[in-house]
């Protein structure tokens, strides 16, 4: 089993819709979380960080379940310039730390 | 400021050929990492280096070698490239102020590899 699990996709959804995105994670020693985001060809940026109590920035809304040990995404509003890969990200402290990463979830905004 | 530059963009090697891969960071961050990018496996990281002067193995290191040259500069080398070695390499740092795999990572433009 993937450390990081992603569902790949493509979801595809028009401009306007609101989207959601889950990720499981299956190290329980799991620290901190993130979503970044990737175009195509390009390198992978923070989207935002994701707090226990949740958190949004914008259309954005991060949730974290650590009972279910699962990380969610919500997008409200779609716009077209949200298409991209979304990376899940894992990271765990008191080891040599490693930051890891899903295979990430595509999203595909049409007109 | 330009962040994380990475060196070449492209580059294409005949298995058995060697090449070091340059990249370097203008926001005095201490902590520095090499990754690979394969369809369908995530990133997954190769070396990283938490402060000038230290380097530990990642979950591939095989196969690649890597110098912190200083704060600025982590380089990767191949010193034999293999096809399994075929992949998008990215470069990433981050301040590194509470320990590696705590902070905000930023990433270089990354180094498409192919070798034959």
């Known amino acids: 089993r993937k450390e990081v699990e992603q569902d790949p996709g493509p979801f595809n959804v028009p401009e306007g819709a609101t989207v959601a995105f889950n990720c499981t994670y299956s190290?329980?020693?799991?620290?901190?979380f993130f979503w970044y985001r990737q175009d195509c060809r390009k390198e992978p940026k923070l989207l935002m960080s994701?707090?226990?109590s949740g958190n949004e920035d914008g259309r954005f809304t991060a949730q974290l379940n650590r009972a279910s040990q699962y990380i969610s995404l919500l997008i409200r509003d779609s716009k077209l310039s949200d298409s991209a890969t979304y990376l899940c990200?894992?990271?765990?402290?008191?080891?040599?730390?490693?930051?890891?990463f899903g295979t990430g979830t595509r999203l595909q905004v049409t007109l | 400021n330009a962040g994380v530059t990475q060196t070449p963009k492209f580059q294409v090697l005949k298995t058995g050929q060697s090449m070091t891969l340059q990249c370097a960071q203008d926001?005095?961050?201490?902590?520095m990492y090499w990754y690979r990018q394969d369809p369908g496996m995530g990133l997954r990281l190769i070396y990283y280096?938490?402060?000038?002067?230290?380097?530990d193995k990642g979950e591939v290191p095989n196969g690649y070698n890597v110098s912190r040259l200083n704060k600025r500069e982590f380089s990767l080398r191949l010193e034999s490239a293999a096809p399994s070695q075929t992949s998008v390499y990215f470069c990433?740092?981050?301040?590194?102020?509470?320990?590696?795999?705590?902070?905000?990572?930023?990433f270089g433009p990354g180094t498409r590899l192919t070798v034959l």
């Open positions: 990433a740092s981050s301040l590194g102020a509470g320990g590696y795999g705590t902070d905000t990572q930023y």
């Open positions: 190290n329980s020693a799991s620290q901190s």
């Open positions: 994701v707090y226990s």
């Open positions: 990200v894992v990271t765990h402290t008191g080891t040599a730390s490693k930051l890891t």
């Open positions: 926001m005095n961050h201490n902590s």
């Open positions: 280096s938490a402060s000038e002067g230290t380097t």
